[in-house]
């Protein structure tokens, strides 16, 4: 049975994940003209991020069944920062600036990841039904 409640609040929490992500990238990608990029390019990070996050997450919470809250967290934030830089790879963007910031998107979305699956550990890691 699919319980929408707590998948719309799994979605939440990822968002929020996601967007904490993206005001660290912001100030990063202002650090320097080498780093500029449109404005696009934070909404659909955002946007994407979410829900390339939530599926990564859900894979890995449920079919894959990872119960660690640090595990669940490095395997979605890695999941997100490969498929949005792969994207940014496939619209142009130059392949060390790509790999710069895979690694960077990673750690940007691994930060608070790890802090907010550790809050709501029983939320992003619930037990098995009937357990």
Request: aromatic share 22%; hydrophobic share 55%; proline share 5%.
């Amino acid at each position: 049975m699919i319980n929408y409640r707590q998948n719309l609040k799994q979605l939440l929490l990822v968002i929020l994940v996601i967007c904490l992500g993206t005001i660290i990238d912001f100030f990063v990608h202002k650090s320097s003209p080498r780093f500029a990029v449109p404005f696009e390019y934070f909404p659909n990070k955002i946007i994407y991020g979410s829900l390339w996050a939530f599926v990564f997450l859900k894979f890995f919470s449920g079919g894959v069944r990872v119960k660690k809250h640090g595990w669940l967290a490095l395997w979605t934030s890695l999941g997100a920062a490969v498929v949005l830089q792969t994207k940014y790879f496939l619209q142009g963007y130059n392949l060390s600036f790509v790999f710069l910031f895979m690694f960077l998107h990673f750690v940007m979305f691994l930060i608070p990841a790890y802090f907010i699956f550790k809050k709501f550990s029983d939320l992003v890691a619930p037990p098995p039904v009937g357990k």
